[in-house]
């Protein structure tokens, strides 16, 4: 009885353990805010938001963030310095604890940048200007970070946009920025390895002419568009997507929120 009561106890602890490990998921969150991107991903090991709205959005992600349970990011990517993705970069930095923002490397005259850095000056974050590739590992979740090489002429910050990959649980996420004209087709020619399951489309939806090559090149099980009612996505955008046949999701319809567990993904109920 004693020999049976150990093997049975054994037993329970092996079956608890197994019972008590936290499934692998991951949530891509993207928010409804107008024609500008603010995205969110949560693994078991990792808070990483890229871009951050407009000026007015701050608040309004702060408290998106608190009804999520986010206490603090471990990693901020601000793309590129236009206002509709920096936006509210420095009500978050202030409200919010994170351990490593990301930039590019150029500088603007704007509010909203003069706002940024303010608020990085009060920021105990670790703050990286990126002037070459990145790789950064969270336990399972691996994020990498591609800078532009374009040399930025003080009007086309879109080419100065950071894309970021993040792989977690077999299956890759990609989110483009604003990424137009020569780094497009700098990263759909060169050596970067785009394929995704889910791909951020760059600038909103506005079309370009190698919408159809980054389709081709990514080929994506869906897409994902920061637009608006006011300005949605361009109808050649939309059309050219579809011939691949990807579920396309669009934040002017509202928050779109993805989750991936078992090696699937698919919108949440």
């Known amino acids: 009885m004693k020999r049976l009561c150990i093997i049975a106890?054994?037993?329970?602890?092996?079956?608890?353990?197994?019972?008590?490990?936290?499934?692998?998921?991951?949530?891509?969150?993207?928010?409804?805010?107008?024609k500008a991107d603010a995205l969110l991903i949560k693994t078991n090991d990792a808070v990483v938001m890229i871009d951050t709205g407009e000026n007015g959005d701050g608040k309004e992600l702060v408290e998106k963030l608190g009804a999520l349970g986010v206490e603090k990011i471990d990693l901020l990517v601000l793309t590129h310095f236009d206002k509709d993705h920096i936006g509210g970069?420095?009500?978050?930095?202030?409200?919010i604890p994170i351990d490593r923002v990301v930039l590019p490397s150029y500088?603007?005259?704007?509010?909203?940048?003069?706002?940024?850095?303010?608020?990085?000056?009060?920021?105990?974050?670790?703050?990286?200007?990126?002037?070459?590739?990145?790789?950064?590992?969270?336990?399972?979740?691996?994020?990498?970070?591609?800078?532009?090489?374009?040399e930025y002429d003080g009007k086309s910050d879109n080419e100065q946009s950071l894309i970021t990959r993040i792989r977690y649980n077999g299956k890759t996420y990609l989110l483009m920025g604003d990424a137009v004209g020569s780094e497009l087709s700098r990263l759909i020619y060169g050596t970067h390895n785009l394929t995704c399951d889910v791909l951020k489309l760059p600038h909103h939806g506005v079309y370009d002419s190698n919408t159809f090559a980054l389709m081709a090149t990514t080929m994506p099980s869906y897409v994902?568009?920061?637009?608006?009612?006011?300005?949605?996505?361009?109808?050649?955008t939309l059309e050219t997507i579809d011939v691949?046949?990807?579920?396309?999701?669009?934040?002017?319809?509202?928050?779109?929120?993805?989750?991936a567990s078992g090696g699937t993904i698919k919108p949440a109920q």
């Open 9 to 34: 106890f054994t037993l329970l602890l092996l079956f608890g353990c197994g019972l008590s490990k936290t499934p692998e998921q991951l949530d891509l969150y993207a928010f409804s805010v107008g």
């Open 89 to 95: 970069a420095d009500t978050i930095i202030q409200c």
């Open 107 to 150: 500088e603007k005259e704007s509010k909203q940048h003069t706002q940024l850095h303010a608020a990085l000056a009060q920021s105990n974050a670790q703050v990286d200007y990126l002037t070459a590739d990145l790789a950064l590992t969270y336990g399972e979740t691996d994020v990498s970070i591609w800078p532009s090489p374009v």
């Open 224 to 236: 994902i568009i920061c637009d608006s009612q006011k300005n949605p996505a361009e109808t050649e």
């Open 244 to 259: 691949f046949d990807p579920v396309i999701l669009q934040t002017k319809d509202g928050d779109i929120h993805l989750t």
